[in-house]
């Protein structure tokens, strides 16, 4: 166990240093989200505050997974992710560390566009054990779908078509601008099976809203939940490619 | 002592048979050719040795351990140097091999001392700190295979090694090769080059189409074909043509 965490903690790190915090992506990656935050405010400035939490939350989306997609579809396009597979660690361990690196790198890109709120608007996060798990967990799940995505394809533009297939939807049916309980009943369930819905439910408690969902460390469970079922079938998936 | 066991191993890819009950043993300190022509199976046969495929029948030991039932134990035992040099394009030569290192559970004082031993022995201390994308590729061959013995495997099995190197890195690398042999290490070789093969391996097994022939000592192959003062070549082609025709007959014969 802790030779394989070790291991999925050298995997990461090789990941950050190699792929994600380069100079261009870095830039691209906390460009998006301002832009997106810009976009909102500039249009309803007077209701923004109540959108931040959410805004947060597909920034973590758009940032672990953004990237991740390309990172791990590449690696197999190049056989450097065969690679890695010829060292003693598990296939586990290996889709650990690349979950790992791509959530990193979503939090860091979050945490940057966070910090810039707080110069300019006046946010206050009530409740900072909910809010740094919501983000911690939340960056897990969503890297975790990205894994699977990356997984189940060949190529790096099919990963992004994937990607925004899971994505989009998300985008209007978790929560984020519109409440779920304000969509029409038949589209609820759709948000219910969306991990976005309780990372935004989850992050707007830890702000001091009233969770729509249900408990904040319901979500945050639920949250999990996404991330191991993710995990294994993105697991499974590898292993089936070996057979 | 048989380091490598391969006993019939056979991999189906639904209406493909790309090893049809490959079986040999290599012993320690050895260095074993597998010849083929292209398609034949040497590169499925390394990879179901390196727990990269698992093969539809049969079993392998690598050191005594199951390369499906202990892949890990395996994988900690062997060095890998594959068809195309998969190292990280933007990890310097040294970082590419602290990284390995790292993944093999070395100390990161062991491997740093390890990766610069490796880096000279390989001809690129000066080449240390440059990215593995801006090598050539008889670098980037070098490299790689430095990568596989970070963790000093007491198996290393190369696949095509010298493919597409100039006259000079593929004459360093075979140097390399025979000094490898003189420390003990068993090899797995497989190559296009006869005359590599003839000058490194102590035995030859000869594929087609999924199955091992012949095995024997380069001399012995020689020795066993009707041309007088037969080279490996010549042997190599008139093994592999009248067996691919044997078999060409044999399914015909089977309609």
Known sequence: MKDALRAAFFIALKDMKTYYFKPPNISWGILFPFVFVLAFYLRNPVDFLPLVPGLLSLSLLFGTTSMETIVITFERMTGAMERLMLYPVSTLTILVGKIAGGALFGISVTMILLLGLFFIFPLNVSNLLLFSASIIISSAAFSALGAFVSVAVKQVFEAQTLANFFRFPMIFLSGVFIPVSALPPSLRPVAYAMPLTYSVDSLKASFGYQPEIMHPAASLVVLLLFTVVFLALSVKIMKGRMS | MDTVIANGLKKNYNFFTALDGVSFSIKRGEVFGLLGPNGAGKTTTIRILSGLLKPSFGKALIMGNDVVSK??????????????????????????????????????????IKADELVALFGLKEKRNVLFSKLSSGMKRRLTMAASLIHEPPVLFLDEPTTGLDVMSARNLREIIQSLKQKGITILLTTHYIE??????????????????????PEALKKSVSTVNASLEDAFVEITGLQSELMFQEKEGGR
């Open chain 2, 71 to 112: 892949p890990v134990e395996v994988k900690k035992s062997i060095g890998v140097v594959p068809e195309t040099s998969n190292l990280y394009p933007e990890l310097t030569c040294f970082d590419n091999l602290v990284f390995a290192g790292r993944l093999y559970g070395m100390k990161l004082e062991k491997v740093k």
């Open chain 2, 196 to 217: 590599e093969a003839d000058r490194l391996c102590d035995r030859i097994a000869i594929i087609v189409k999924g199955r091992i022939i012949v095995i024997d000592t």
